[in-house]
Nanobody
Framework: QVQLVESGGGLVQPGGSLRLSCAASGGTFTMGWFRQAPGKEREFVAAISWPGGSTYYGDSVKGRFTISRDNAKDTVYLEMNSLKPEDTAVYYC????????????????WGRGTPVTVSS
């Protein structure tokens, strides 16, 4: 059974940093992070292949966010730096078999999300 559990969200000031974690059990997946702000559509943030040779980022987070994985711990991370108020959203971890893709409908498994609020 596949389970994805996100953690690490919270309140942070603009310019600050936060690291999200996703514990992913049940397979050797390509992993993605997506986010959804109130009243907006779900947005692709980043993805990483299995076992980790390829990464892909959304334009709005390039140069600020880094996705990585520790396969021994079945965990994927999203390191978020230089956070902006517009990064405020619920962040979701997702998993799929196959190549890295930014298309949310191609991810089969989803976590419940962890909220991130960037505010002073």
């Amino acid at each position: 059974q596949v389970q994805l559990v996100e953690s690490g969200g919270g309140l942070v000031q603009p310019g600050g940093s936060l690291r999200l974690s996703c514990a992913a059990s049940g397979g050797t997946f390509t992993m993605g992070w997506f986010r959804q702000a109130p009243g907006k559509e779900r947005e692709f943030v980043a993805a990483i292949s299995w076992p980790g040779g390829s990464t892909y980022y959304g334009d709005s987070v390039k140069g600020r966010f880094t996705i990585s994985r520790d396969n021994a711990k079945d965990t994927v991370y999203l390191e978020m730096n230089s956070l902006k108020p517009e990064d405020t959203a619920v962040y979701y971890c997702a998993a799929r078999w196959g190549v890295v893709t930014p298309t949310s409908s191609q991810y089969r498994y989803w976590g419940r999300g962890t909220p991130v609020t960037v505010s002073s």
